[in-house]
């Protein structure tokens, strides 16, 4: 048995160095045997598969990942399966499946932390929004990722809510708590400049057979880390500068809101508040969620679509 896992376990490291595939003989000169054992080789994981070409490879979907925690990463895990469980709000019966696994891995090291992801995969099951489509997108985009193919996408435009068709070579697939969405990065084919796809828009995922290459210098982190969540720009980032009255000083301090944030204390207890964003814009709605507690000092183009949207709220509730 112990022969036929480190066999399986070969076979499979082989075809994952090799995408694109291996024929027997291909197979039998790696490890040293004759094809026709290959070719006799039973009881091979339901993961390996022989395409039209007679070639073997894997499928990364049907590819079991065995993984190990200590009581600490017990607790990591459990704290991103709350973010998520609490943060999405459409059905994903792959997260709720991986996170019942966790679940029954820790239950004799941790009953406790066990029986929360339990109730975490329980919630995602129970999510209101069944989303079949963004399912599949998902689905699609993630087989994709795994073997550098491209694929054909149809996004449904916020702007002008046409239907828009893309070639997307995809590079990252990054949540976004702020919207409850998820986004798919990637370079855009034949133009070659990079696209960010809200996935809850896609209409219809294609896969395809070309093949690509994550350039070596693309780093998600570096290229997310002046968005103030998911936004990118052409343009260079931009510096915004709030000022937070003494009320919510405090709370501005416990949390560390932009990886570029600096604050100054003023002398009437409040604080200024600076960071350099890529799009400001996206900060709309945290920046009007602090009420009459923030004076947004500059970039003016920020400042004035308060002030617009101040006036239309006048209008609307009759301020006199």
């Known amino acids: 048995m ?3 896992h480190e066999r399986n376990e070969t076979i499979i490291n082989l ?11 291909e197979i039998a000169r790696q490890l040293g045997v004759n094809r026709s054992t290959v070719s006799r080789f039973a009881n091979l994981p339901a993961c390996i598969y022989q395409d039209e070409q007679g070639r073997w490879r894997v499928d990364r979907a049907l590819l079991p990942i065995e993984i190990e925690f200590s009581l600490d990463e017990a607790l990591a895990v459990h704290l991103a399966t709350r973010m998520l469980a609490t943060r999405s709000d459409r ?6 499946s991986a996170i019942h696994k966790l679940s029954k891995a820790t239950a004799r090291m941790a009953p406790l932390i066990s029986r929360s992801l339990r109730l975490s995969a329980e919630r995602i099951e129970e999510a209101t929004l069944r989303d079949d489509l963004f399912r599949q997108a998902l689905e699609t985009l993630a087989r994709a990722w795994a073997e550098s193919r491209t694929v054909r996408i149809w996004h449904r435009s916020m702007r002008t809510n046409e239907l828009v068709e893309y070639i997307l070579k995809p590079y990252f697939i990054e949540p976004n708590a702020i919207g409850q969405s998820t986004y798919v990065i990637g370079e855009r084919d034949p133009e070659g400049d990079l696209r960010t796809l809200k996935i809850e828009r896609i ?18 982190t570096s290229l997310l880390a ?16 709030l000022r937070f009255s ?3 000083a405090r709370r501005v301090c416990e949390t560390r809101w932009h990886t570029s944030e600096r604050i100054d204390e003023l002398d009437d207890g409040g604080l200024l508040w600076t960071a350099t964003v890529a799009e400001p814009r996206e900060m709309l709605p945290w920046i ?3 009420g009459a507690e923030v ?9 004035d679509m308060l002030v617009e949207e101040l006036r239309r709220l006048d209008q609307l509730y009759g301020i006199q």
């Open 2 to 4: 112990i022969e036929l």
């Open 246 to 248: 003494s009320k919510v």
């Open 288 to 290: 009007r969620g602090w």
């Open 91 to 96: 059905q994903n019966p792959h997260a709720a």
């Open 203 to 220: 209409e219809r995922v294609e896969l395809l057979d070309t093949r690509y290459t994550i350039p070596e210098d693309f780093d998600a």
């Open 295 to 303: 004076e947004v000092l500059s970039p003016p183009e920020v400042r």
């Open 226 to 241: 002046s968005a103030w969540g998911i936004w990118l720009s052409d343009h260079d980032p931009v510096e915004i500068r």
């Open 15 to 25: 075809l994952l160095d090799h995408p694109e595939g291996l024929h027997p003989a």
